[in-house]
């Protein structure tokens, strides 16, 4: 299962907190880190985090990284690997910075030990920082070619999408593995009864399958009683230009992706301004949702020229577009309290 949160309030910073839950333990994925995104987050799962996707390092971004940094700055490598963070070219360095922006007088103690990947155009470079020498060092851990997979496990995997924004902002799809099923009621009908078997035939057993002590044809079982369930999606994309060129290197990206969580910076009035400011309007987005064909558009990262009372106004233009619009949960109350 997969389960995404939107941090942050509608005209503040923003960010996507996605937990995965594949049975048998749960993955943490913050995206972005604004400041106040990480208030609502409890502190137990901030020490559980297992990677922050950065879009870009404006501070609207990376606000709020001081919050994650003091509940896991020591966690030590054999710890969920460390603590992974991605994001594009010259995160490292800009990171390196707040990490050495502290007194560390008892650093040798320390045992934290802190990975970031510098994400390029077709390769990862990797750094790695260490508490007990006060992250005074960035220790160089090469380069590794990618074709956009930048995690892949067989949870889950994350592609990054390189946007324009002043430079690069990466955008990300984050997509479940397909799990597989059992036909219970088929299973019933051919008077077949649960077992280790099972497990095997799940597992990719060939040839012929002990079942309860009766030979069975693997091939066979398998078409009879497994059912692929494809794995829930998502992508993030924010601070970026949507030219019809870019929609359409975008588009294959995004096939497939469940709910696109899109930036909304302007009013369909304020094009001018958007193209200036390298940004979307919430017109250009819906016109990407709509035309990959995701199941559902949710509005973030609303510019804060606009009052609450016209929030709606964004969601009304999308709409027009493509129906399955929303905001996250709440935001229309804050409107209405806020107006």
């Known amino acids: 299962m997969l389960k995404v949160d939107v941090l942050g309030r509608p005209a503040e910073d923003n960010a996507l907190w996605a937990t995965l839950d594949a049975g048998q333990g749960q993955t943490r994925l913050l995206l972005d880190c604004g400041a106040g995104t990480l208030d609502a987050v409890p502190f137990s799962q901030l020490q559980a985090v297992d990677a922050v996707l950065f879009s870009h390092l404006h501070m609207d971004h990376v606000g709020g990284f001081d919050t994650l940094f003091r509940a896991i700055f020591d966690r030590p490598a054999a710890a969920t690997a460390g603590n992974q963070v991605w994001g594009p070219p010259g995160t490292a360095r800009i990171l ?42 960035a220790h160089d851990e090469g380069q590794q070619a990618h074709d956009g997979l930048i995690l892949n496990t067989p949870q889950f995997s994350v592609e990054a999408l ?51 002590g009766v030979p069975h044809d693997a091939a066979a079982l398998k078409a009879q009683l497994l059912e692929q369930t494809p794995g829930q999606s ?70 804060r020229r606009y009052r609450p009372e016209r929030w709606p106004e964004f969601l009304a233009a999308a709409r027009a577009i493509f129906p399955a619009t929303d905001f996250p949960a709440g935001w229309l109350r804050d409107a209405a309290e806020e107006s």
């Open 96 to 137: 390196s910075h707040r990490f050495r922006g502290y007194w560390w007088n008892h650093a040798p103690e320390l045992s934290g030990v802190w990975h970031v990947h510098d994400v390029h155009h077709n390769h990862i470079h990797s750094y790695r920082f260490e508490a007990n020498e006060a992250f005074e060092v």
């Open 162 to 212: 390189p946007l324009h924004h002043h430079g690069v902002s990466l955008g990300y799809v984050v997509r479940e593995a397909g799990r597989v099923t059992v036909n219970t009621g088929k299973l019933a009908e051919l008077g077949l009864k649960p077992g280790a078997w099972l497990a095997q035939l799940k597992a990719g057993a060939e040839g012929m399958l002990d079942v309860n």
């Open 234 to 303: 998502f992508a993030y994309l924010t601070d970026f230009v949507l030219t019809p060129a870019e929609q359409e290197r975008l588009a294959p990206k995004l096939a497939g992706v469940q709910t696109l969580y899109l930036e909304a910076q302007y009013l369909p009035e304020d094009a001018p301004l958007a193209e200036r400011h390298q940004h979307t309007t919430v017109e250009q987005g819906a016109a990407l949702a709509a035309a990959v064909g995701v199941e559902q558009l949710v509005l973030l990262h609303l510019s």
